[in-house]
């Protein structure tokens, strides 16, 4: 039976443990996934698009490619490495994206339409054509303590560091390491 009248105790409410332990598992869940994600965007991940044929045909005109900005803070480039940089440290300028022919140290000729590092032929990842325009490179270019030369998969429709106005590329004005194409679909996937 229920007593009627004026009640002025508080009734205590029970709390339902197991909802409360799911709501706070949800809850640190979700804080680590936005943690996750603000390091991946800010510190990791930059999306670009690749602008011009110039790295045909690995890479196409207009594809939306995500590039690795952390990678290159615990080790350099290396030869074939596909990177994305800012020609001469230009922040207006679009992001470029170039392979890496030659690091620190070495030094690179363009002769014959080959590429030589070192006095060898460079080993091509990528199928390229012959180098009808050596510009720069006809002359043999020995690379500083930070700087790389960088040429487009699409010799002949790349401008690179053959041109004065790129150069060789100092490590400081390279955003990351091109590693993954998100568009178009078919496209979708890693780069070699």
């Given at each position: 039976m229920?007593?009627s009248?004026?009640?002025?105790?508080?009734e205590?409410?029970?709390?339902?443990?197991?909802i409360v332990?799911?709501?706070?598992?949800?809850?640190?869940e979700?804080?680590?996934?936005?943690?996750?994600?603000?390091?991946f965007?800010?510190?990791?991940?930059?999306?670009?698009?690749?602008?011009?044929q110039?790295?045909?045909p690995?890479?196409e005109?207009?594809?939306?490619?995500?590039v690795n900005?952390?990678i290159y803070?615990?080790t350099?480039?290396?030869?074939?490495?596909?990177?994305?940089?800012l020609?001469?440290?230009?922040?207006?300028?679009?992001y470029?994206?170039k392979?890496?022919?030659?690091?620190?140290?070495?030094?690179v000729?363009?002769?014959d339409?080959a590429?030589?590092?070192n006095?060898e032929?460079f080993d091509?990842k990528?199928?390229?054509?012959?180098i009808l325009?050596?510009q720069?490179?006809?002359?043999?270019i020995?690379?500083?303590?930070?700087e790389?030369f960088?040429?487009?998969?699409?010799?002949n429709n790349?401008e690179?560091s053959r041109y004065?106005?790129?150069?060789?590329?100092?490590k400081?004005?390279i955003?990351?390491?091109?590693?993954?194409i998100?568009?178009?679909?078919q496209?979708?996937?890693f780069?070699?």
């Amino acid at each position: 039976m229920k007593k009627s009248g004026l009640h002025f105790g508080k009734e205590k409410k029970k709390v339902n443990i197991p909802i409360v332990k799911e709501v706070i598992t949800w809850i640190v869940e979700i804080l680590i996934v936005l943690a996750i994600a603000f390091v991946f965007v800010c510190y990791i991940g930059l999306r670009t698009s690749v602008v011009g044929q110039s790295m045909s045909p690995t890479l196409e005109n207009r594809q939306e490619i995500l590039v690795n900005r952390f990678i290159y803070s615990i080790t350099n480039p290396k030869p074939n490495d596909i990177v994305v940089f800012l020609p001469n440290g230009n922040e207006k300028s679009h992001y470029y994206v170039k392979r890496v022919i030659a690091v620190p140290g070495d030094k690179v000729q363009i002769k014959d339409g080959a590429v030589y590092v070192n006095g060898e032929l460079f080993d091509e990842k990528a199928e390229t054509a012959a180098i009808l325009d050596a510009q720069l490179a006809a002359e043999e270019i020995e690379l500083g303590e930070d700087e790389y030369f960088v040429l487009g998969d699409n010799r002949n429709n790349s401008e690179d560091s053959r041109y004065a106005n790129i150069g060789n590329v100092k490590k400081e004005y390279i955003i990351g390491k091109a590693w993954f194409i998100v568009s178009p679909f078919q496209d979708f996937g890693f780069l070699d």
